[in-house]
């Protein structure tokens, strides 16, 4: 049971680069979120899904997309890297049908934007 | 809008000490306020968590108190050990939504040996 997953653990791109972050998990959960951490800014959640299919906006979601084609996987894009764009990405996820759920964390991925 | 204030932004304490974070709420609609722990290099993980009709919840050296006409909710640790050196994040959740955490700025915990 691995848990929560991310690839890759670190990246470095130019400015107006695309790539995305794949998390996933082999919990069975419905809920999966992206955040990023910032120094001094703590966790901000990025956009965040409820199942298969479906996905919906978080706090700071410009710049980003995701999709949730499969249960297990969640991906989050970005289509032209900016300098902004440098952070720490956490991928989380988290059972449904509890009234308090537990996330699960990812070791996380390091990104530069250069 | 910061939903969720948490201080300080760093602590430094002797072995063997008490640590102190506390963090304040904004949104009286939050129900469920878990503090998870995050050492260098890894996640985030789930250390402790209150439900609002609880003062208190302790597990081992861990403690939260919790005052909910001041909106306020603190962790307490006892006998700090160096290995307790980490980054520690309050959050509130509730208002309808189960899933989605607001999380404070963080805490980095220096626990002197």
């Known amino acids: 049971n691995a848990g929560v997953t991310q690839t890759p653990k670190f990246r470095v791109l130019k400015t107006g680069q695309s790539m995305t972050l794949l998390c996933a998990q082999d919990m069975n959960h419905e809920y999966m979120y992206w955040y990023r951490q910032d120094p001094g800014m703590g966790l901000r959640l990025i956009h965040y899904?409820?199942?298969?299919?479906?996905?919906a906006k978080g706090e700071v979601p410009d710049g980003y997309n995701v999709s949730r084609l499969k249960k297990q996987n969640f991906l989050l894009g970005l289509e032209s890297a900016a300098p902004s764009q440098t952070s720490v990405y956490f991928c989380a996820s988290s059972l449904a049908g509890h009234l308090y759920n537990e996330q699960f964390f990812g070791p996380g991925t390091r990104l530069t934007v250069l | 809008q910061q939903q969720v204030k948490q201080s300080p932004q760093s602590l430094i304490v002797q072995k063997g000490g008490i640590s102190i974070i506390n963090c304040a709420y904004e949104?009286?609609?939050?129900?469920?306020f878990p503090w998870y722990q995050q050492f260098p290099g890894k996640g985030p993980a789930l250390l402790i968590a209150?439900?609002?009709?609880?003062s208190e919840k302790k597990e081992g050296r861990f403690t939260i108190s919790f005052n909910k006409s001041a909106k306020q909710f603190s962790l307490h640790i006892m006998d700090s050990q160096p290995g307790d050196s980490a980054t520690y994040f309050c959050?509130?959740?509730?208002?309808?939504?189960?899933?989605?955490?607001?999380f404070g700025k963080g805490t980095l915990l220096t626990v002197n040996p």
């Open positions: 949104n009286t609609a939050f129900d469920y």
């Open positions: 899904s409820v199942g298969e299919g479906t996905t």
């Open positions: 959050a509130g959740m509730g208002g309808g939504s189960n899933y989605k955490l607001t």
């Open positions: 209150i439900r609002p009709d609880v």
